[in-house]
């Protein structure tokens, strides 16, 4: 097996690899587990263009393993991650299937599934002990999809974003002071975050991540050209509805003093916390009465689902939503009884065409 020294940020790797890989530290990890944290990420990093978002969950999930690896030791000592059964594996698994949902439970294991491969194929590990078949938790990914909002919710969130704007207008018309402004602020920037995630389609983290110069005016409004998931560039035309209130968030955001090229900003002048976005899109729900917690992806989930829906082209929605995999955007989508039975109505032999009249002769 390759050698994995405290201290160091190279580990050796076979000749049948791309060559010795090496990761700039600022500080030298504290133990083997942590540099072979740091590898794994780097390699992900290099290989497969991951977004920092990912990679930022990849060290979550990790650090959450490692936490399991340092109460699993005798008498106190960590266990090492190279010493690691599959009756380790198992009862990691028990742990996570007793605290967590069945689809945090099948992503962590995903996650560690995935370290100890890149572990074996450097030879730091003698086997993957997550390799075997674990029992996971069944994860019902058809209750996730249909997590979407109707039409008349979201036309309703949106309503209520519009009047927190007024709202917040109005209180700075008549009393001006540095309060008003921040209600403001956030109500402007919360209705442009969320317009862009339900009718542009963006990640909560491209969303947070998306800079100035990435906005390109058209003279029938903004399409938004940055790197998204992947490293991949994407771009996206922003329908009429939702440039009027980004237009509305950039003339407030002006007037915040900052250096930052980021769109989103605080009041402070830095970048907007991700999970600000998320605790937005919360309360959002909760004044709504959505059916479920609301959330970024449900948001993005939706357009997925309304764009799917009026185009009928799940190749151009694949592209929308900067998916390499049209696998990916099925996953995405949700198809309603309503959108199924237009399309089993449209086969029908007396349905009218577009290409030619209505004939007098009908086929019942």
Known sequence: MAA??????????????????RVPTASPPADPFEEAVELFLGRTRHTRSGSPHTEAAYRADLRHYAAFLDARGPEGLPLAFDAVTRRDAELYLVRLSAEHSARTVRRRVSCVRSFYRFLRTV?????????????????DRKSETHKVL???????????????????????????SGRAFSR????????????????????????????????????????????????????????TAAHPSLVEWLAVRVRVPTVVPHVFVTTAGRPVDPQQIKRDCRRLGDRIGARFRLTPHVLRRTFATRALRASGDIRSVQVLLGHASIQ???????????????????????APRADRPPSSRQVS
């Open 150 to 176: 109707t039409d008349d919710e979201l036309a309703h969130a949106l309503r209520l974003l519009a009047t927190d704007v007024t709202r917040a207008r109005q209180r700075l018309g008549d009393r001006p």
């Open 184 to 239: 403001l602020l956030a109500a402007t920037r919360r209705r442009a975050a969320v317009t862009l995630m339900a009718l542009g389609g963006l990640r909560r983290a491209e969303v947070v991540g998306l800079t100035k110069d990435a906005l390109v005016e058209r003279p029938d409004g903004f399409s938004l050209r940055f790197a998204g998931k992947g490293g991949k560039t994407r771009t996206v035309p922003l329908s």
């Open 123 to 139: 030879e730091a590990v003698a086997h993957n002990p997550f390799d075997a078949a674990l029992d996971l938790p069944a994860f």
């Open 4 to 21: 994995l020294s405290p201290g160091s940020s190279t580990l050796a790797v076979p000749h049948r690899t791309a060559g010795p890989l």
């Open 328 to 350: 990916t955007t099925e996953v995405y989508t949700h198809v309603d009884e309503d959108g199924l039975r237009a399309l089993v109505e449209s086969t029908r032999l007396d």
